[in-house]
């Protein structure tokens, strides 16, 4: 074989394994966290603005700690925890966590216990693979007819205010369901 030729051949083997060496070693871009907010209107924001409301403050409260999240929202209009836990079955294949109410006000309204439906909605969100965490509203901005609710509204929704308030107070639980970043 004439020199030149294996010369030739030399380069270009060990520049195509330096290339796969440096392709390899590059980090990977980590794949975005999905987040589902599963619960009644005040998940969805029916009272308060979508920018006001804790799913999006919670995603801006995450993404501004360097996660690379995406906070959707599966919301049940004037959702009781029976209507919640039928909407639990169909959370988006990928979902790494769920933060989810059980309509408290709505289930009461109704007679409906939220607290006996809750290990079936944790059930439901553990099957698609999640992580689920609670949010108990009274717990964390106080009970209604209190300044943290909206006066006069009859269907149990709170002020903007205490959607931030939400979203800080439930924070650092979403970052350990998440897990290491």
């Known amino acids: 074989m004439p020199g030149g030729l294996k010369s030739v051949r030399s380069v270009v ?8 060496a440096v392709g390899l070693s590059a980090p990977s871009r980590a794949e975005t ?10 998940t969805y924001a029916q009272a308060v603005a979508t920018s006001e409301a804790w799913p999006a403050k919670l995603e801006a409260l995450l993404k501004a ?9 599966k919301g049940v209009t004037r959702g009781d925890a029976s209507q919640i836990l039928a909407a639990a079955q169909s959370i988006p294949d990928g979902t790494r ?8 006000g709505n289930s009461r309204d109704r007679g409906v216990n939220p607290a006996a439906v ?6 439901a969100i553990r099957a698609h693979g999640a992580k689920a965490v609670f949010v108990s509203y009274k717990q964390i901005v106080g009970p209604e007819g209190t300044s943290a609710w909206i006066a ?14 939400v979203a800080h107070a ?3 639980r979403v970052i350990a ?3 290491k970043k």
């Open 97 to 104: 966590v769920v933060v989810y109410d059980a309509g408290g």
């Open 170 to 172: 439930i924070l650092p």
């Open 152 to 165: 006069g509204d009859t269907h149990h929704h709170f002020t903007a205010a205490s959607h931030t308030k």
């Open 33 to 42: 966290i999905r987040i589902v907010a599963l619960g009644a209107s005040n």
């Open 13 to 20: 083997f060990f520049g195509f394994a330096g290339l796969m």
């Open 118 to 123: 809750r290990p079936q909605i944790e059930a």
């Open 177 to 179: 369901a998440i897990g």
């Open 65 to 73: 700690k360097g996660y690379d999240v995406n906070v959707s929202v």
